[in-house]
């Protein structure tokens, strides 16, 4: 059983600053997600897009952006369930919540604070058949182990992002790469496209476009593929296959929970701390809805903090916190470290 004062459902920016916002607090934090590392939408959909409306910045990478909130939060210490969804949520008659994941990982804590942004990120799949079959048989929707593909042959199909960055890293992992995509044109960083398109003349990575996987063959696991280019199929043989073709946002088990549902997206108290319609489960960022909600990452940060402090009055009932500004305060990392301001000079000038 994993012990915290708040269970964050969501490792998008949203939840990794309700990280911070908790730890100024000494609250303890523990998040779980679908995906396979943290960031949410903005590490696994466009990580080198940048970000324009981030306060004090003029531009973000949206991959920077979650590297710096990870680092901000590195003090406090949270925990991580990742690759794993929310699926069943208990409430104690202390007021407490057990939640437990699809893998049966179970989580107690004092409140939880839903941040999944649009919902659970599923994969899109190919229309292939019997592609289920062969799903964890080599065919992969997320690389959550690179050394999995270790000396392995691998087809990656997609033209965003995160195929062209999976196949410029696994070039140096596999011991065969091929990108397949159905048209010629890639949907990605500048930087990205030329690195595949050099790793290509270096035989490092194999392109094929305009293609499309059409079948998938084996008999326990993936052996080969079927590709179609221009009418004509081909037959590949292979280790993996690994669809990248973007990410649908779904609501998934948590839409079960007994929550205020609007538009796919949970109702919340917006006049006070973001709570739900079940006390002590509060939903903040994308996924939450209220009267004028902008679905900003900057309106994110702002739900994180009045719900941090509402959770912090929940734990400890009749405790007067007194807000102070970190210029003053400082902060107390949970692993020791101290932040603060250098003290003023008190010297006389003569």
């Given at each position: 059983m994993i012990?915290?004062?708040i269970?964050i459902?969501g490792a998008?920016p949203?939840?990794l600053?309700?990280v911070f916002?908790?730890?100024?607090?000494?609250?303890k934090?523990?998040?779980i997600?679908a995906?396979p590392?943290p960031?949410g939408q903005?590490?696994?959909?466009?990580p080198k897009?940048p970000i324009?409306?981030?306060?004090g910045?003029?531009s973000?990478?949206?991959?920077?952006?979650?590297d710096?909130?990870?680092e901000?939060?590195?003090?406090?210490?949270?925990?991580?369930?990742?690759?794993?969804?929310?699926e069943?949520?208990?409430?104690?008659?202390?007021?407490t919540?057990?939640?437990?994941t699809?893998k049966?990982?179970?989580?107690?804590?004092?409140?939880?604070?839903i941040?999944g942004?649009?919902?659970t990120f599923e994969?899109r799949?190919?229309?292939?058949?019997?592609?289920?079959?062969?799903?964890e048989k080599?065919?992969?929707?997320?690389?959550k182990?690179?050394e999995l593909?270790?000396?392995?042959?691998?087809?990656?199909?997609?033209?965003?992002?995160?195929?062209?960055d999976?196949?410029?890293?696994?070039?140096?992992?596999?011991?065969?790469?091929?990108?397949?995509h159905r048209?010629?044109e890639?949907?990605?960083a500048l930087d990205?496209?030329?690195?595949?398109?050099?790793?290509?003349k270096l035989?490092?990575?194999?392109l094929i476009?305009?293609?499309?996987v059409v079948?998938?063959?084996?008999?326990?696991?993936?052996?080969?593929?079927?590709?179609?280019?221009e009418?004509i199929?081909?037959v590949?043989?292979?280790?993996?296959?690994?669809p990248?073709?973007?990410?649908?946002?779904?609501?998934?088990?948590?839409?079960?929970?007994?929550?205020e549902?609007?538009?796919?997206?949970?109702?919340?108290?917006n006049?006070?701390?973001?709570q739900?319609?079940?006390?002590?489960?509060?939903?903040?960022?994308?996924?939450?809805?209220?009267?004028?909600?902008?679905?900003?990452?900057l309106?994110?940060?702002h739900?994180?903090?009045?719900?941090c402090?509402s959770?912090?009055?929940?734990?400890?009932?009749?405790?007067k916190?007194v807000?102070?500004?970190?210029?003053v305060s400082g902060?107390?990392?949970f692993d020791?470290?101290?932040?603060?301001?250098?003290?003023?000079v008190?010297?006389?000038?003569?």
């Amino acid at each position: 059983m994993i012990e915290t004062d708040i269970l964050i459902i969501g490792a998008g920016p949203t939840g990794l600053f309700a990280v911070f916002e908790a730890g100024l607090l000494q609250l303890k934090c523990h998040i779980i997600d679908a995906l396979p590392q943290p960031g949410g939408q903005l590490a696994e959909l466009y990580p080198k897009k940048p970000i324009f409306d981030i306060p004090g910045y003029p531009s973000v990478l949206a991959g920077e952006l979650v590297d710096n909130l990870m680092e901000q939060i590195k003090q406090f210490q949270p925990g991580f369930t990742l690759a794993e969804t929310a699926e069943t949520i208990d409430k104690l008659e202390d007021g407490t919540f057990i939640v437990t994941t699809n893998k049966g990982t179970k989580h107690h804590a004092k409140a939880v604070a839903i941040a999944g942004g649009l919902g659970t990120f599923e994969p899109r799949k190919p229309a292939l058949e019997n592609i289920s079959f062969y799903e964890e048989k080599g065919v992969e929707y997320f690389v959550k182990d690179p050394e999995l593909f270790r000396d392995k042959r691998i087809v990656i199909a997609g033209g965003g992002d995160s195929a062209l960055d999976w196949s410029i890293f696994l070039s140096n992992v596999a011991s065969e790469v091929t990108l397949v995509h159905r048209r010629n044109e890639f949907r990605g960083a500048l930087d990205s496209v030329e690195k595949v398109q050099e790793l290509k003349k270096l035989g490092k990575i194999n392109l094929i476009t305009p293609a499309e996987v059409v079948a998938i063959h084996g008999k326990n696991h993936v052996e080969s593929i079927v590709l179609e280019n221009e009418g004509i199929q081909q037959v590949f043989e292979t280790d993996y296959f690994i669809p990248l073709f973007g990410l649908t946002p779904k609501l998934g088990a948590i839409a079960n929970w007994g929550l205020e549902i609007e538009k796919n997206a949970i109702k919340v108290n917006n006049a006070l701390d973001y709570q739900t319609n079940i006390d002590g489960i509060y939903a903040i960022g994308d996924v939450n809805i209220y009267p004028g909600k902008l679905k900003l990452i900057l309106c994110g940060f702002h739900e994180a903090t009045l719900m941090c402090q509402s959770v912090y009055n929940r734990i400890n009932p009749g405790k007067k916190y007194v807000l102070k500004y970190t210029t003053v305060s400082g902060v107390d990392g949970f692993d020791g470290t101290r932040k603060e301001a250098e003290k003023a000079v008190v010297k006389a000038i003569e």
